[in-house]
């Protein structure tokens, strides 16, 4: 040993060389699960692109697991024709469910945050205990009152359930959100003048936008993969949503190969909306829901 510099004990040595390999396994270990759970996720979606652009005779003769064999753009006129309409639908339909349902549930969130009255809490627990009853419960009654109502085969049989079934819900998460807002911003405006309608439209509402975004994003993504409720309660084609209307579309091909083509292509045009909305939303949407958790 030189003199004043101590040798590093061979044991150390090996251990700092075990720790280096381990790491590196650690991180090729985790790569590998990452690499496979995107290839899990998005195989169905490159899946039906693919087969999308395939003629029905070459996907039923080179195999549906071939991937970008064939380039026929042809299947999506022919998918659009088809579902255009009950993609307007869903739209106009998905809008006026947000607003309504956004607007109600911003209310009743202000409502048990900032007001006080006799059996608030009690009321707010039985309110958000809804979230407890399965949908499906509801089928029967929801169906029933829209016939007492004759909104049988409108938009009417859609826009006031989804937007009544989102309540509990988003109130929950409003909630959460308005009583987190310093009490004397609002005293101020208060004290200003405003009434509590301008104090929720000026103050609480703008404070909360990327909750009030996410409940939006949420209720969207709900309407949009809803197949059961229009299926029920609308029976006229041209009025149905974009998934039962995708359901119709492959039923007026039957048993047809030629068309298979085409109703990957529709399903294509029916997701598109959805990736190109959260993609959009994305950064507002998980700060909204993060922040959420964190408030809550």
């Known amino acids: 040993m030189v003199q004043g510099v101590p040798r590093r004990p061979a044991r150390a040595s090996r251990r700092g060389a075990f720790d280096v390999l381990q790491r590196r396994r650690y991180v090729v270990l985790t790569i590998a699960a990452g690499a496979l759970i995107v290839l899990i996720t998005y195989f169905p979606m490159i899946f039906v692109v693919s087969n999308s652009l395939k003629t029905g005779r070459d996907i039923f003769t080179k195999g549906v697991f071939s991937l970008f064999t064939q380039f026929d753009y042809s299947n999506y006129v022919t998918a659009w024709g088809g579902i255009d309409h009950q993609l307007l639908n869903t739209v106009v339909v998905a809008v006026a469910s947000i607003s309504l349902g ?30 407890m009853i399965p949908w499906t419960l509801t089928l029967i009654p929801l169906f029933l ?29 409003f909630r959460g959100f308005f009583d987190q807002i310093p009490d004397e911003l609002l005293q101020s405006a208060r004290l ?7 104090v929720l439209l000026r103050i609480v509402v703008p404070l909360t936008r990327p909750i009030l975004l996410t409940g939006a994003v949420l209720m969207t993504i709900s309407i949009w993969g809803d197949y059961l409720w229009p299926t029920i309660v609308i029976q006229d084609p041209s009025q149905t949503t974009i998934s ?9 091909f039957g048993l047809n190969i030629s068309a298979a ?11 598109v909306p959805m990736f190109v909305l959260v993609g959009v939303t994305m950064r507002y949407f998980v700060s909204g829901l993060t922040e959420g958790a964190l408030k809550l």
Request: charged share 10%.
């Open 145 to 173: 009152i829209i016939e007492k109502l004759h909104f049988f085969n409108t938009w009417w049989a859609l826009i006031l359930p989804y937007a009544a079934g989102a309540q509990p819900l988003l109130v929950l998460i």
């Open 102 to 131: 956004l607007t109600a549930a911003a209310l009743g969130a202000y409502a048990f945050s900032q007001l006080k009255f006799r059996g608030k809490s009690v009321l707010f627990m039985a309110y958000v205990a809804l979230l």
């Open 244 to 252: 039962a209307g995708i359901e119709n579309f492959v039923s007026n």
């Open 192 to 198: 200003d003048g405003c009434a509590e309608h301008q």
């Open 261 to 271: 083509g085409s109703v990957f292509a529709a399903l294509v045009i029916a997701t």
